[in-house]
């Protein structure tokens, strides 16, 4: 079942799952192995939270039902297992009330990382979300110009009919159609400032359906077609709060000296329990979107170092380069989640190339 599907069912009904990744086209079986976040994950914390227990299809094991209380350390094993525990057959999730079908939004521009990181602190508590967009390329010799996206859920009107609008749905067809990417610094600079000027013609605060603000790029599916047949490079990463200001302090320097072709930026804050190979955390979430390159490539190196030296957890489903090395050192988890794999499948019946290359 994908997200899209399970909204269609719950949301005229009054109840909706809380962690909403940013895609509605991903399957609630591939948000229990990645563990995934939506919006406000310092509110609502990982997909796991809203797992109340899965069965599992295991070859050697044969069907198995697990939970807090059956089989608890192999399903906390498998949420944020990547798929290495076995079949996901059945998910139990546990929702919460929907209080309308409509979401508030605020815009308030911002001129650098910095102000944008200050705007998110001040603003997640109280609010249903709060994240920052930040245009990739510098301008004029600034980097991070953007806007702050704060959101609240008032009451309203349910839905009485679909939920789930036409959108752009990405295939492998569909992304290798164009070969080359479009965006360049030239095309990134005049984009990204038209964007946000036409954002600040908007009335600060306004009303939008609870689809659009939940998956905002939903209907904007052009732009991950806009990177090419080679797709995107993504980096995201938790920063320790205490550490925050100068990783970003060092990510914009970085950016200024290289003009690696990052395409867009975004932070919001996180809260979380890091455990095994579980991307949470207490910190600030880093997202860069680059145009997977040579230089863009290069650019991820940078980030690893920087990664590492502010002692920062890496999303490892977001970077299909991420090395083994930065994973084993940025996850105290990383032996464990190794041992008690190889425990319950000795035979590495389940593999995949992230297992590989993570040496899992």
């Not at 004029?140 to 008032?154: D, W």
Request: proline share 7%; with cysteine; aromatic share 8%.
């Amino acid at each position: 079942m994908r997200l899209e599907r399970l909204l269609e069912l719950t949301a005229p009904r009054g109840l909706i799952l809380p962690v909403q990744p940013g895609y509605p086209a991903i399957t609630v079986g591939g948000c229990v192995a990645a563990n995934v976040h939506g919006k406000n994950p310092h509110k609502e914390g990982a997909f796991r939270r809203s797992v109340v227990g899965v069965t599992l299809l295991h070859p050697r094991l044969g069907t198995l039902r697990c939970d807090s209380r059956n089989e608890p350390g192999l399903f906390e094993l498998t949420c944020g297992g990547y798929g290495l525990t076995g079949v996901i057959l059945t998910v139990t999730l546990r929702l919460e009330a929907l209080s309308g079908w409509t979401a508030a939004v605020e815009r308030l521009p911002i001129e650098s990382l910095a102000e944008g990181l200050a705007r998110v602190r001040e603003r997640t508590d109280g609010a249903a979300f709060a994240y920052t967009w930040h245009q990739g390329t510098p301008v004029a010799g600034v980097f991070g110009r953007g806007l702050v996206y704060v959101g609240q859920l008032p009451q309203g009107p349910l839905p009485r009919e679909s939920v789930v609008p036409r959108y752009l749905r990405l295939s492998a067809a569909s992304r290798r159609r164009l070969v080359a990417p479009f965006w360049g610094p030239a095309a990134n600079r005049l984009l990204g400032t038209a964007f946000r000027a036409s954002e600040g013609l908007r009335p600060v605060k306004s009303e939008m359906p609870l689809f659009d603000a939940m998956f905002p790029f939903a209907k904007r599916g052009e732009y991950f077609l806009l990177y090419g047949r080679r797709g995107l490079a993504e980096y995201q990463a938790i920063v320790p709060h205490a550490a925050a200001s100068e990783f970003l302090g060092a990510l914009e320097r970085a950016a200024l000296g290289s003009r690696p072709p990052i395409v867009m930026a975004s932070l919001k804050l996180f809260r979380g329990e890091p455990k095994l190979l579980r991307f949470e955390g207490d910190g600030v979430c880093v997202t860069l979107d680059l145009v997977r390159s040579a230089e863009g490539l290069r650019f991820l190196e940078v980030l690893d170092r920087l990664t590492l030296e502010h002692g920062a957890l890496p999303h490892i489903v977001k970077d299909s380069r991420l090395p083994a090395a930065v994973v084993a050192r940025s996850y105290p988890g990383y032996e464990e989640f190794r041992e008690r794999r190889r425990a319950l499948d000795p035979t590495a019946g389940f593999q995949s190339e992230l297992s590989a290359r993570l040496a899992l």
